[in-house]
């Protein structure tokens, strides 16, 4: 199987990979705090949430579950309530007639104002930091900053052709499918199994629907009306591997975050897709700065960096 390659088609990949953590039982014991399931309220998003403090969102990538943040969630409750929703079609959440990541997007501002947690730091990791981007837009009020974590916010120029030959695939060969897809987006090899055990349990049809979706997003004629801080965490896949300035802005620009008024990004020498398995490190230490700087106002404000 080949998929045609282009100037955007490793920003197709980032924008739509699978997120790594599902295969949480291959994973070393992390010790979670108590879990309090989601309540039978009017909303069609599972979620779990821990810890006590102010509030930060964990979505996920396609094809993964709210376990992706398990060790996040476990080690950021200490200082916060986390919420970690699954995706529509994924982990406990149900799967939509029809996939509208605005719409998940309310959803997600409707867990936030039921557990009267507003305003809450949204993050996101790659499909998931397109709902996380959304948030702000359609409820300003829920969203205090937005971390996106190698997402591409511009339509992601996949063919007719190219979709059917991948819907085919995977149908025909998931498991091969899926291996030669997110090989390339990991440096990590030991955790690529994880990706492919995860991508299995998220059928065909929803797969498809989501990179349908990410075919039409028009988050990018959006992103001007965004008005908290949005930092991106990216790596060599989304801005490429040498931090020539000049490459970077265009690449941001293809990738939609051209025009957000409070944006800065955070480079990661590297690292692939899967910032946090190619450099948990740097990853951890981005995550908890941009938290804490958007959750206690009296810190200064976030400054992009290159790492490497």
Not at 99 to 106: H, N, R, S
Not at 111 to 136: D, K, N, R, Y
Not at 242 to 255: F, H, I, R, S, V
């Amino acid at each position: 199987m080949t998929y045609r390659t282009h100037t955007l088609a490793v920003l197709l990949t980032a924008a739509m990979s699978f997120s790594p953590a599902l295969a949480a039982a291959k994973k070393p014991a992390v010790s979670v705090p108590a879990v309090a399931p989601t309540p039978a309220v009017a909303q069609t998003l599972s979620y779990d949430r821990v810890g006590k403090g102010p509030a930060v969102v964990l979505i996920h990538g396609l094809g993964g579950d709210r376990a992706l943040w398990a060790q996040e969630a476990a080690r950021l409750s200490a200082r916060y309530t986390v919420i970690s929703v699954d995706l529509p079609g994924h982990g406990r959440s149900p799967t939509p007639k029809s996939l509208d990541l605005k719409e998940t997007a309310q959803q997600v501002a409707k867990i936030i104002h039921h557990e009267h947690l507003s305003p809450a730091v949204i993050v996101g990791h790659s499909m998931g930091g397109t709902v996380a981007a959304w948030v702000p837009l359609v409820a300003p009020e829920t969203a205090r900053g937005v971390l996106l974590v190698d997402a591409v916010l511009a339509p992601i120029p996949w063919t007719d052709e190219d979709k059917r030959k991948l819907r085919v695939d995977l149908n025909r060969a998931r498991i091969t499918t899926l291996r030669q897809f997110y090989a390339r987006m990991t440096s990590n090899a030991t955790q690529l199994d994880r990706v492919i055990s995860a991508a299995q349990s998220v059928s065909t049809d929803t797969f498809m629907a989501y990179v349908d979706y990410a075919s039409d997003n028009e988050l990018d004629e959006k992103v001007r009306d965004i008005r908290c801080p949005v930092h991106l965490l990216a790596g060599t896949m989304l801005l490429g591997d040498n931090g020539d300035p000049k490459k970077t802005q265009a690449a941001l620009q293809q990738a939609g975050y051209v025009g957000i008024p409070k944006f800065t990004h955070e480079y990661f020498a590297g690292a692939k897709h899967f910032l946090f398995w190619d450099d948990p490190t740097h990853f951890n230490v981005a995550l908890d700065r941009f938290i804490g700087t958007i959750s206690h106002p009296s810190v200064s404000g976030i400054k992009g960096r290159s790492k490497g």
